[in-house]
């Protein structure tokens, strides 16, 4: 490839509008151009890239026995109404009539269009278990479009889906889709992702894991032991509490006139936060009845949790109007709930002694015994970790972090299977349900968390695994020697046996050298009059940690003993 015919002009300045070390670059590099919020054209280096993700990414699903196949990318709603998400997803999901006034809609993800393939196609256990997956353009009408392809409306994305006959088998069959994945990010140059335990969202099933790359950017908070290999996204993250043992005083009625907030009421009685006893209430999706969770009072409400709890979205409570909740001042002492529904946090189990609302504008509660005052039928654990928490697993502290997600994978079960009715007959000719578990990368996010990972002042630094050219021919100008044919022969010497890309244009040393750096390819070969006189050319990695000249006659072997070296660094 000729650098003059490369489309895509490269651009000194910071664009205005990016905020992400990859955003920036993959604009000032041309990369990638916005249509329009959230949706992006890739050229043609970002494109090559792209499709080496694609590769790796084929080639270790092809590995665990995966089937590559193609989904619709426009679907009947009737299969989403089969599974129950056409309602239940938000507005999100695309949803149009086609011209016969069918209801249609545009894929986000293919649980529904993977069960309808399966269940006319593998009819006998003897055809289990199996893996069907593809590489698609899918289209989320995301409402927090951000950081270039870090959040995107229109994404590619690789989603895999398995059928199993048994747990155990999905189970065996997770833990090697696993290891693909860490095999995945290692080929494309982030081996440091790590795999934390995750929230199963509206994709349903019991366990859950996103891969994450650790950068400030990141939306993710993900909670990490400092002692042990605890990791787990904020969302499911569990820790051990400190507990209080004190004892026991009769329940007392303290005038606290217009103390509502935890702080104020701290205060107002000398004790430290976790001696509160705090509501927080809720609207549940699909409900009237409002919902109250008891909480100790030095912790929040994780919201995602509370939802698998009530098996329904949560929203904080905002109708104060039409309730007669004595907001500021409740309890769970004396509660005339009504028809509410009452959660208590794992965290108020034992405790005594603690501080509630007296349900009574201006009052509190303190000696509040839980064991004593309260008939809890059970805990649960609806509570956020707090930094510097114990870990549950063992007596480090948890420390936060921020993440991106780059991949997830799921253990779904047989919420698809069952919704949709696919069955398959067993070897005792009985018609059972599969269960099943799928698998998502998005490749754009990936594109520019290599970015975020691999980068210096001035551009992207491209693994040799997946950069758009594996070689880059900068060739200097000279009013004595015909510099480009030099560099020409150099370029058709190594573009047979590697990918090659030669800067051709009549400009000054600084932009070229700029442009290279923005297009951030592996090896660099510096064509340059000086070192030219000695027959030489300066050979460098991206990252300049290998710099130095050689002769034009070794070319080839200098360049083939860097490239394997930057393979074998992987």
């Known amino acids: 490839m000729l650098l003059s015919k490369l489309l895509g002009e490269r651009i000194k300045e910071k664009p205005g509008d990016a905020t992400s070390i990859s955003h920036i670059y993959l604009l000032r590099g041309g990369y990638i151009r916005q249509v329009s919020n959230g949706i992006y054209s890739l050229l043609m280096p970002a494109k090559r890239i792209a499709t080496k993700i ?31 998400r056409f309602e239940s997803v938000g507005s999100e999901l695309v949803r149009f009539k086609d011209r016969a006034g069918k209801d249609m809609l545009l894929g986000m993800t293919h649980e529904e269009a993977a069960v309808h393939l399966a269940r006319t196609e593998a009819r006998s256990y003897a055809q ?66 790590v795999c934390v335990k995750s929230d199963t969202g509206m994709m349903g099933g019991k366990v859950a894991h996103e891969f994450m790359l650790l950068t400030d950017i990141g939306e993710d908070t993900i909670i990490i032991c400092d002692s042990c290999d605890y990791q787990s996204n904020m969302e499911v993250a569990t820790s051990k509490l400190d507990k209080y043992e004190i004892a026991e005083e009769e329940i007392k009625e303290n005038h606290t006139p217009e103390i509502k907030d935890i702080d104020s009421l701290a205060k107002f009685f000398d004790v430290p936060a976790h001696r509160l006893l705090k509501a927080a209430v809720f609207e549940v999706e699909g409900r009237k009845e409002p919902l109250i969770v008891f909480i100790r009072g030095d912790l929040q409400v994780n919201e995602s949790k509370l939802s698998k709890i009530v098996q329904a979205n949560v929203t904080p409570f905002t109708n104060y109007e039409d309730s007669n909740l004595c907001f500021g001042f409740m309890g769970p002492v004396g509660l005339e709930a009504g028809d509410a529904q009452i959660v208590f946090d794992s965290s108020l189990e034992g405790e005594t002694n603690l501080i509630c609302g007296a349900n009574k ?151 070229k050298f700029a442009d290279a750096d923005l297009l951030g390819i592996p090896v660099r070969i510096v064509v340059g009059e000086r070192n030219l006189e000695n027959g030489q050319v300066e050979l460098m990695t991206r990252d300049k940690s290998v710099k130095k000249l050689v002769n034009i006659t070794d070319i080839e072997q200098e360049v083939a003993d860097l490239i394997n070296e930057l393979k074998n660094n992987m």
């Not at 590995?63 to 679907?75: N, R, T, Y």
């Not at 997956?133 to 959040?151: N, V």
């Not at 189970?171 to 995945?184: G, I, P, S, W």
């Not at 998005?442 to 594996?470: F, M, N, T």
């Open 54 to 84: 694609e590769d790796i990414i084929r080639e270790e699903m092809d590995a665990i026995d995966g089937q590559e196949v193609m989904f619709p990318v426009v679907l009947p709603a009737d299969l989403w109404q089969e599974s129950g």
């Open 128 to 193: 289990y278990p199996f893996m069907i997956y593809q590489i698609q353009t899918k289209f989320r009408d995301e409402p927090r479009a951000r950081g270039g392809l870090i959040r995107v409306r229109e994404f590619t994305m690789k989603d895999a889906y398995s059928f199993h006959t048994s747990q155990e088998d999905l189970e065996q069959y997770y833990d090697r889709c696993l290891q693909a994945y860490h095999n995945v990010f290692r080929k494309a140059g982030v081996p440091e992702v």
């Open 361 to 511: 504008v201006d009052y509190h509660l303190s000696g509040v015994s839980v064991p004593r005052d309260l008939k809890v039928e059970a805990f649960h654990d609806v509570a956020e970790v707090n930094e510097g928490h114990t870990c549950p697993c063992c007596d480090g502290k948890l420390q936060f972090k921020r993440g991106v997600e780059v991949g997830n994978i799921f253990q779904l079960g047989t919420k698809y299977t069952e919704s949709m009715n696919m069955t398959y007959t067993d070897k005792d000719g009985k018609a059972k349900t599969p269960i099943m578990g799928c698998y998502g990368i998005g490749v754009g996010r990936l594109l520019a968390c290599i970015i975020e990972s691999h980068h210096d002042e001035y551009g992207p630094i491209w693994p040799i695994s997946v950069a758009p050219w594996q070689v880059h021919i900068c060739v200097l100008g000279s009013k004595k020697v015909d510099m480009n044919a030099v560099g020409s022969d150099i370029y058709n010497r190594l573009n047979n046996k590697w990918e090659v890309i030669m800067d051709d244009r009549n400009m000054g040393p600084g932009a």
